[in-house]
């Protein structure tokens, strides 16, 4: 009895040792990256209708070229007559123009903010989030590197993403993409520490501009069906659990 009774706590306290069975992160999407509190906040620009914007893009160029000593007589006169119109039409729909351009340093300073900070919540967690990989050089330490992004094409045929929709990835090295933007789903350990990097993608050198770092323990290759990612086996795999069924779970060997 004594026996069995220490056998049963050691299988018990192995069962329970954090390095038994690896947990699994945190589930992420990919909106829960940014800082929430930083998100919404007052940007006068974006209230305006696309013809108020063209306006007000108007009246920059017209007021910078009137400030410089060129065109005839003529053609200023036509200009200052524009300009006027259009500033009149701005006022007339409720738009301070000149207190509107005084506001686009603020404005700059708080979409920058929403686009880089990230969401304390998850800095230190182990988390798991699916997206699309990009090969990178390898750390200094030879430890394999991809970034991370939410869409296919994602710094290569479209614009990068804001930096907290980026996580440069070091990988444990199980695994590594076979080709740029190959689906995965990675587990490890979130950190938020910004990083600058150029690098050469498919259409040349691009900045890549992350918020997150993670440290990835394990990796899930995916595929993408009509614009979900789903998990897929490898053929290997496929190939072993084919061979499981029919023999019922026993190896051919046995």
């Known amino acids: 009895m004594r ?3 220490g056998i049963a706590t050691v299988v018990a306290l192995a069962l329970t040792s954090p390095t038994a069975i690896a947990a699994p992160g945190i589930a992420l ?3 829960d990256l940014p800082e929430p509190s930083v998100q919404v906040y007052e940007d006068p620009y974006r209230d305006l209708s696309p013809e108020q914007f063209d306006d007000v893009l108007f009246v920059v160029r ?6 410089q000593d060129v065109g005839t007589a003529v ?6 007559k524009l300009l006027t119109e259009t500033e009149d039409a701005l006022v007339d729909s409720g738009v301070n123009v000149d207190w509107l351009l005084d506001q686009r340093q603020v404005v700059t300073e708080r979409r920058k ?3 880089t900070a990230g969401n304390q919540k998850f800095d230190g967690q182990t988390v798991t989030l699916a997206g699309f990989a990009i090969p990178a050089p390898a750390d200094a330490d030879g430890r394999p590197v991809v970034y991370l992004v939410p869409e296919r094409g994602m710094c290569s045929h479209m614009p990068p993403p804001p930096p907290n ?5 070091r990988l444990n090295g199980d695994w590594t993409p076979s080709y740029f933007h190959e689906p995965v789903r990675l587990t490890g350990t979130l950190t ?8 050469m993608v498919v259409d040349g050198l691009m900045p890549m501009r992350a918020t997150f770092q993670l440290d990835a323990d394990n990796a899930e290759t995916l595929e993408n069906r009509g614009d979900r990612l789903e998990w897929t086996q490898s053929v290997a795999d496929r190939l072993r659990a084919a061979g499981n ?3 019922g779970g026993v190896k051919t060997s046995e």
Do not use: N
């Not at 017209?62 to 400030?67: G, K």
């Not at 053609?75 to 200052?80: F, G, L, M, T, V």
């Not at 929709?165 to 990835?169: A, D, G, L």
């Open 3 to 5: 026996t069995l009774y």
């Open 29 to 31: 999407d990919w909106s």
């Open 62 to 67: 017209m007021r910078s070229r009137l400030q």
């Open 75 to 80: 053609e200023r006169h036509e200009w200052q």
């Open 113 to 115: 903010t929403a686009a």
């Open 165 to 169: 929709q980026m996580i440069r990835v």
């Open 192 to 199: 938020i520490d910004p990083t600058d990097q150029s690098m």
């Open 245 to 247: 069924r029919k023999t």
